[in-house]
């Protein structure tokens, strides 16, 4: 194999491949990553059996196709203190030379036979949506996935297809998230559902450059895949029964308070810092047009906040683990919100 490319999308790439490969795996030939350089493009591909990547580099000069299977983490790291414009890709024998201008840095390859094979992009049962949007999705549920031991259905973000609409769950049995966007059906059956590890929804977001590009969200059935201008993402599906989320959501509410959401999160950061661990709880009172929020513990003492609100029903309390309640803010992109 004989390649040259551009430096800086040799980076892009080999970056974009590292948030898949593992630094340390009990199977070492995963902490490589594979080059497989066709008629003028150069193709990176990197897995944690999990998770895999498929990134592909247009315009590069291709003197002899072929493959290469050589240390990710090393790589990345030789082509990103590199200075020169392009970098020469070269295997001879049991090496691959990575060269530019007068530097030059020789890893030892890995038998690309021994390397998993990586699922590829078929266009079967897919939807079309704009990046940004999904992203937003992902940046509006993931947060409320578990991460401590338990159900490992909860572990993930389960998508669904319904009627055009695309809408992603997550909970930790405490917290719920849901958030859904329109999009294209196009080849995908409706009611589609996957259940998809946290981590791999956050490297399809990775995976959009541009947020107003759009991609394709491809359902199987064991794997969800991503396809981008440059990129194709696929994550393995957590196998479980997601719990019945819809059975948690009232129908309809008798309270509802609109809040600036700033101003909301300020408030509630304000009386939580007297809370402890051990009460770890913040309670909100709702008048007409007053939001009083308070908050004590016996180690530390109390406060008490107020704020201005459009609040319509009966005078009501309750009370909240504070950071549940901000990190739903934090991720909230409205400046005014409802609380039912």
């Known amino acids: 194999m004989k390649v040259i490319c551009d430096r800086e999308k040799l980076r892009e790439g080999l970056a974009l491949a590292n948030n898949v490969i593992p630094a340390k795996s009990t199977k070492p030939v ?48 030789f082509v990103r203190d590199l200075s020169g414009e392009t970098i020469t890709l070269e295997t001879k024998g049991s090496t691959c030379t990575i060269e530019s201008g007068a530097d030059t840095c020789e890893l030892v390859t890995v038998d690309p036979d021994e390397f998993p094979v990586v699922a590829r992009f078929d266009g079967e049962s897919t939807i079309t949506i704009q990046g940004g949007n999904f992203a937003k999705l992902v940046d509006q549920t993931a947060f409320a996935a578990a991460r401590e031991p338990g159900r490992y259905a909860m572990h993930g973000v389960l998508a669904e297809l319904e009627a055009d609409t695309l809408r992603m769950i997550a909970t930790d049995g405490r917290r719920l998230a849901l958030s859904e966007t329109p999009v294209d059906g196009g080849k995908c059956k409706d009611g589609a559902q996957s259940i998809v590890p946290t981590r791999g929804m956050q490297m399809f977001c990775r995976a959009i450059s541009d947020p107003l590009d759009q991609v394709q969200l491809q359902f199987g059935e064991t794997k969800v895949g991503l396809k981008t201008k440059n990129a194709e993402v696929f994550a393995r599906l957590i196998d479980g029964e997601f719990p019945r989320y819809a059975a948690v959501i009232p129908a309809e509410t008798t309270r509802r308070m609109e809040a600036d959401r700033d101003l909301l999160a300020k408030k509630l950061r304000l009386v939580a810092n007297v809370t402890g661990d051990e009460a770890r709880a913040v309670k909100l009172k709702m008048t007409k047009n007053q939001l009083e929020v308070f908050g004590q513990s016996a180690g530390r003492g109390e ?10 029903g009966d005078t009501a309390e309750i009370a909240f683990n504070p950071d549940y309640v901000i990190d739903g803010l934090k991720n909230c992109t409205l400046d005014t919100l409802s609380l039912e």
Do not use: Q, W
């Open 30 to 77: 995963v902490e490589n990553v594979c080059l497989v350089a066709t008629d003028g493009a150069l193709e990176l591909v990197g897995t944690d059996m999990e998770v895999s990547l498929r990134y592909c580099i247009d315009d590069v000069k291709v003197d002899d196709p072929g493959t290469a299977v050589i240390p990710a983490r090393v790589a990345f790291d």
């Open 303 to 312: 406060a008490t906040a107020h704020m201005e609100v459009d609040y319509k």
